[in-house]
């Protein structure tokens, strides 16, 4: 168990360009959750998934912004047309069906900055 | 809606000093509640748990009692060190969040010196 995995770590893009991040959860772990924190916030809730089942979605996830989870393992956030207002940390996370009670395991994240 | 307020830092301390963290929520019900930590270039680890009122979470030396009455979490440890030099976010599930869904306050940086 290596823990929840995302890649890129970083990625820089012109405004415009699209971005697709991917996070890989724990693998015996049905939830999975991707947040977004910005320089001195906390991380804020953009969607969550129950195995390939989108259940929630923040109105922070603009027409912009697409997730998904084939098959209820791995996930993957796309931004198009990417705005300056974009740069962030891309937070995933996962858990069991107790995982709420317990807590998540976060990765380590995705910094995009839009230049 | 829900929400979380912590204390503002960055709050430098002395190893061995006394740590507080505050941390109030407004939520209806009964809320659970978190505390992350965050290291460096690291992601969110989970560092305590309380899930109803006057439940303590501890962890490494860190506590935190649920106080209904107070709406409040807060954070203490009692001799810190170099090594808890991170962010801390105090954070909440609400009671129809049942899925998930977690709250977090702004963060509180915390740095030790030797």
């Known amino acids: 168990d290596t823990g929840v995995s995302q890649d890129p770590r970083h990625k820089i893009t012109k405004r415009g360009q699209n971005v697709t991040f991917r996070c890989d959860p724990i693998?015996?772990?049905?939830?999975l959750y991707w947040y977004r924190q910005t320089l001195g916030q906390g991380p804020e809730f953009l969607t969550y998934?129950?195995?390939?089942?989108?259940?929630?979605k923040s109105r922070l996830l603009s027409d912009r912004f697409s997730a998904e989870r084939p098959k209820g393992s791995f996930s993957t956030l796309e931004i198009q047309r990417t705005e300056q207002g974009d740069s962030a940390m891309y937070l995933c996370?996962?858990?069991?069906?107790?995982?709420?009670?317990?807590?998540?395991?976060f990765g380590s994240g995705t910094r995009l900055t839009v230049v | 809606g829900n929400s979380v307020t912590q204390m503002e830092g960055p709050v430098t301390l002395s190893e061995e000093a006394f740590l507080t963290i505050n941390c109030t929520y407004t939520?209806?019900?009964?809320?659970?509640l978190f505390w992350y930590v965050q290291y460096p270039g690291e992601g969110l680890q989970l560092l305590l748990k309380?899930?109803?009122?006057?439940d303590k979470g501890s962890n490494k030396g860190f506590e935190a009692t649920y106080r209904k009455e107070t709406t409040s979490f807060h954070l203490e440890k009692g001799s810190v060190q170099v090594s808890d030099s991170a962010v801390y976010f105090c954070?909440?599930?609400?009671?129809?969040?049942?899925?998930?869904?977690?709250?977090f306050g702004a963060g509180t940086q915390v740095v030790v010196t030797p």
């Open positions: 693998s015996e772990h049905n939830r």
């Open positions: 998934f129950q195995n390939e089942a989108q259940l929630e």
């Open positions: 954070a909440l599930r609400g009671t129809t969040d049942s899925w998930g869904k977690l709250q």
């Open positions: 309380a899930t109803k009122a006057d």
């Open positions: 939520a209806t019900g009964y809320p659970s």
């Open positions: 996370a996962s858990s069991s069906r107790q995982g709420p009670n317990y807590g998540y395991t």
